[in-house]
Every structure is written in structure tokens, then in C-alpha cells.
């Protein structure tokens, strides 16, 4: 069994939906079974709103030894997309890796569903209405007003079930008629006003194919497809709170439904600082070129989180210490990248890469030699052992930790300054060289044998330690670093597109990483030294390596 999956079984903390269930559980009810589901619209990529959902409903699955079913609620063939339905399928395996079952589909139940349509024309609860759409608004009221009556409403039995045959056999246009529940026009909540169940859509499904004609909406379908598969409790987030009446009213006013019927429970969604989750926004910005698809690193995807590096188990941590809550909130992201740094911390070897390099000559020493030193790979994680280090007479630092004038209190490198370089030797600066326009491209330093680390105490203490790379025995690399997507706070779904970071993403060339990078591949995570956490991404290649920023060492995401 898997770590993550170990980590949702054994939790301690009891949320309101657990309390629920274990009273479900002490009353026998659903014969003590739980059996939950997620169901996404294939219409996109699933976002890490979309995760809390997964895992809450996987999570209490398994807590209670119970079921947990992916179903997709694809009854809109309009909006979906096969190649969604294989990106949200691998998201959940990556999510919930000890679930085996195949993904279950609305589209599977459209049979059924239709016969509990004629169940309820035939009761009385349901109409054909051939209203425009412009009529149903103007019909429908207000939240301060009651709506009105169709002149359709009280069509009878056998004219509503004449038309919605005819319906599905393709007999007439889109818009030209609709199925409606007959509940309550002058409800307060505008939800039971008659809402429509069924429309007409001559569009081919990537399912059914041609079969229907007709689509059940998404509030009707949703209560069916849950009670057919046996849910127990329908878990979903706070916007369906308004949904739940026409949720019970269906399932009450089914004969195969009624007598136990699903429960629906709403919980708190998930908003993060710093980040656009809406769905339809992510969308908009894939296709206006506004970031590199989907599953872009620094998109709050699913797809993009798990090519960012992030890993299952720093993101149940996240979401159990965020909680299971009614209230709705805003959670720092901060607080999301503290619990990927402390997911890795012990599991991610340690390597150095000089992002911004610039040589080091070291004069004296000796021309052509190359020795190995001693290096730990995890300072947390002492089992991880050591590596092999080369050290020749050329060597790159980052070109911020030189400087030639510096301010006070810059312990760095700098004209006769000496600085420790991290498991390797003192070098102190003679001398630099400047190329035209008066950037400086070499340093000249001279290194103290006696102080070669591990070796014993040295009288001399030095207050700066380098990172650095061996210029002969190193790998070129591109490195991105990432920021925050959106620039600040003040944003909403009118103007969020002018308050995108333009410096989100930044890439670096020619960066100089330690050779036995070569060791590893796509998908493996390191600590670079003073840097943050990366990894090795897809778009790597035999010959060139790509690393993603996962997270910096710092709370924040700043790029010097």
C-alpha cells in the first residue's frame, strides 16, 4: 500500500462529514456500506480544487473501508473532450494509487435515465415546454420575485410523452422543446422552478455516438447516476448546497430511488492566494497562449502540479492540515509549499548547479589534475550516503557571489577575499578579467591545500561558503524558475487577465549542474543547493537536460 494512501487511513482527525457517516454507521443505515464517488466533466483539466475533492471522498472511502468510484458526468457532448477524460483518469491514478477500477460514465445510465423521465411525465411531475430561451428567463423571476407558469405546464400526460418520444427520435430542432420537472414556480429557491431535465442536442457523444439526440441536464442526471451506482453520501462543494432540494426531489419521486435514498453533503472548496482556479478561466488562458497548456507547471492543474514536481503525499498533507469545513476561505499558498519542502526535504538528494555561471581560474593549481571529493546527498537523510565530487583547476560560481566593489557585510567572493567553496578548499581573489563592455568574465583565485574539507581543523575561519561546479566535468542545462501566476490579490473573473505575472516564468540557459545528473531521469526530484527544489522535466532530452523550479527554499517564490 502506498504512503499516501497509508497517511489518509490513519489519520486521527475527524472532519463533520466522518462524524455524519459514523452516525450513518451506529443507525445501520445503507446497511453500515460507504461508498462515495468524484464526478468530474470531462470539459478540462481537473485543478488542485478539484484534488481536495478526490482525496476527501478516496479518503473516506478508504477510512471506512468503502468504495469510491470515478464516474464521469459527461452529459454535456457539446463541452467534453476524449483527451480529457485520459488526462483526468491519469490525475486520479496519481492520486489515489491503490484505486484499480475502471472509470464509470453518465453516458452509461442514459437509458435509464430516460425511463425515469417517462416514470415522472407519467406521474405528473414532468412537461414538454416548447417556451424560447429568452421566454424561460423572463418566466423564471427573480430572487425577490415569484416566477410564472408556462402555458405549457399543464399539458397533458400523454401529449408530454408523445412529444419527448418524438424528441428522441430526432423529429424536431435544437431549442424547440425541453423537458421540465413540474415542482414549484413560486419557490424561493430558483432552483425548483420548473427546472429543464432534458434539451435537445443533435451533436454526436464520445460514448454513444449518434444514439441521442436528447441530453439529460447535469441536476438531473447527477441524483440518478448516484443512486444507480449505490452512493451512500454525495460529496461536493458549497455551490450545490442550492442544488440539494431538486437533488432529494428527484430520488424521492423514483420508484427504485425513494426508500434510501443517496444523501448529498456539501463541503468548503478550496481557494489558494496568488492563484486563478476557476475552471472556464484556466481554459480561457490555454487558449488565448497565455501559458504552455494544461498541464504548464505554474497552472494550479493537476497535470500541472504533477509535472511542477509536486507529489501526492505533500498534497494530502496540504489538505489535511487545511481541513474539511462549511465556512468557506482563502488558504496561503505558502502554507502549500511548506508541505512540499517538508515532503522533500528527506527524500530529494542534493546536487549543486550554478544557474548564472562565471569561471574560476584557481593558478595554483595543478594543470590537468582532477580529484574527487566527498559529498553527502541528503543532510536530513543520512541513508542516502555519499557522491563523488570532481575538482579541477577551472570551476563555475554563480555570478552574484562575486562582486567587485561590495557593500559591507558581503561575505562572498571579492578582491582578496576568501571564501570557503562547499566540500572542496579555501580560494582567495587576486584578480578578475572584463571582457568590452566591462563585465567581468574570469576570476583569478588561489586555493589553500591545507584547507581541503574533511580534513581536519584550520586555524583560518572564513564567513562565505560557495557553491560551485567543476567547468571540465559538468552537464549544460535549461533551468525554468517559477512565480506566483497572479501578480497580486485584487483580481476577479473580469479582469484577472490583466493581473497575470508577466515574470511567472523565467528561463535560464546554459546553467552548469554536477555531471552525475546523467544518473537520473525524467521525473526525478533534486534539491540544488541554495536554490530549491527541481525536476527533471519531460521535455529533456538524451543529449539536454530541463529542469522545473518545484519550490524554493524560501516562502517565497522570488527570483533574484
Known amino acids: 500500500m502506498s504512503e499516501n494512501t497509508n497517511n489518509i487511513e490513519n489519520r486521527e482527525s475527524v472532519n463533520f462529514i466522518q462524524k455524519i457517516i459514523n452516525e450513518d454507521i451506529t443507525n ?3 446497511n453500515k456500506r460507504v461508498h462515495t464517488r468524484f464526478p468530474p466533466e470531462p470539459n478540462g483539466s481537473l485543478h488542485i480544487g478539484h484534488a481536495k475533492s478526490i482525496c476527501l471522498n478516496y479518503g473516506l472511502a478508504m477510512k471506512n473501508n468503502g468504495k469510491f468510484n470515478l464516474r464521469f458526468d459527461d452529459t454535456n457532448p457539446a463541452t467534453e473532450d476524449e483527451s480529457f477524460v485520459k488526462s483526468i483518469v491519469d490525475d486520479i491514478r496519481w492520486l489515489c494509487p491503490e484505486w484499480k477500477d475502471e472509470p464509470l460514465y453518465a453516458s452509461d445510465y442514459f437509458d435509464k435515465m430516460y425511463e425515469c423521465a417517462v416514470e415522472l411525465i407519467n406521474k405528473g411531475l414532468a412537461y414538454i415546454d416548447d417556451l424560447s430561451s429568452e421566454q424561460m428567463r423572463e418566466y423564471r423571476g427573480t430572487l425577490t420575485e415569484p416566477g410564472i407558469e408556462s402555458p405549457n405546464r399543464n399539458r397533458s400526460k400523454e401529449e408530454s410523452l408523445d412529444l419527448f418520444t418524438r424528441m428522441k427520435n430526432g423529429e424536431f430542432k435544437n431549442g424547440e422543446y425541453v423537458l421540465r420537472a413540474k415542482i414549484d414556480m413560486s419557490s424561493p429557491n430558483i432552483n425548483m422552478r420548473d427546472p429543464i431535465i432534458y434539451r435537445i442536442m443533435h451533436i454526436a457523444h464520445h460514448n454513444t455516438g449518434d444514439k441521442w439526440c436528447i441530453y439529460p441536464m447535469y441536476d438531473y442526471a447527477h441524483p440518478i447516476e448516484d443512486a444507480y451506482e449505490g452512493i451512500t453520501h454525495s460529496i461536493c462543494t458549497l455551490e450545490f448546497e442550492d442544488h440539494r432540494p431538486f ?13 434510501e435514498p443517496t444523501q448529498q453533503i456539501e463541503f468548503a472548496k ?6 486563478m482556479m476557476g475552471k472556464r478561466y484556466l481554459k480561457q488562458m490555454v487558449e488565448q497562449g497565455l501559458v504552455d497548456g494544461w498541464d504548464d507547471p505554474r497552472m494550479p492543474t493537476i497535470s500541472g502540479i504533477r509535472r511542477r514536481g509536486y507529489t501526492p503525499e505533500a498534497l494530502y498533507k496540504f489538505l489535511e492540515d487545511v481541513g474539511v469545513a462549511k465556512s468557506q476561505s482563502v488558504v496561503d499558498i505558502a502554507m502549500l509549499e511548506n508541505a512540499i519542502r517538508e515532503d522533500l526535504k528527506e527524500k530529494a538528494p542534493r546536487t549543486m548547479a550554478v544557474l548564472d555561471p562565471i569561471k574560476v581560474i584557481i593558478t595554483n593549481y595543478p594543470e590537468g ?9 541528503n543532510a536530513e537523510n543520512e541513508a542516502m550516503g555519499t557522491r563523488k565530487i570532481p575538482f579541477s583547476r577551472e570551476i563555475y560560481i554563480e555570478r552574484d557571489d562575486f562582486m567587485e566593489n561590495p557593500p559591507k ?4 567572493l571579492f578582491p582578496g577575499n576568501e571564501v570557503r567553496l562547499r566540500y572542496a578548499y579555501f580560494i582567495k581573489c587576486n584578480d578578475f578579467k572584463k571582457d568590452e563592455n566591462g563585465n567581468v568574465v574570469e576570476i583569478y583565485c588561489t586555493y589553500d591545500p591545507a584547507t581541503k574539507s574533511g580534513t581536519g581543523f584550520t586555524e583560518r575561519k572564513v564567513k562565505g561558503t560557495l557553491h560551485w561546479v567543476d567547468a571540465n566535468n559538468c552537464i549544460d542545462a535549461t533551468v525554468r524558475l517559477y512565480n506566483y501566476m497572479m501578480e497580486a490579490e485584487d483580481y476577479d473573473k473580469t479582469n484577472f487577465l490583466e493581473k497575470l505575472n508577466p515574470n511567472s516564468k523565467i528561463i535560464l540557459e546554459n546553467c552548469k549542474l554536477e555531471k552525475n545528473i546523467m544518473d537520473y531521469k525524467i521525473g526525478d526530484r533534486f534539491q540544488f543547493l541554495r ?15 530541463v529542469f522545473n523550479q518545484i519550490v524554493s527554499l524560501k516562502s517565497s517564490f522570488a527570483v533574484n
Open 369 to 377: 589534475q582532477v580529484e574527487y571529493l566527498d559529498a553527502e546527498n
Open 531 to 545: 536554490h530549491g527544489y527541481f525536476i527533471i522535466d519531460s521535455d529533456s532530452t538524451d543529449n539536454h537536460y
Open 28 to 30: 445501520g443505515k445503507y
Open 409 to 412: 557585510k558581503y561575505f562572498r
Open 270 to 275: 478550496l481557494y489558494l492566494t496568488k492563484t
Open 247 to 259: 437533488y432529494d426531489w428527484v430520488l424521492a419521486n423514483l420508484d427504485d430511488f425513494k426508500d
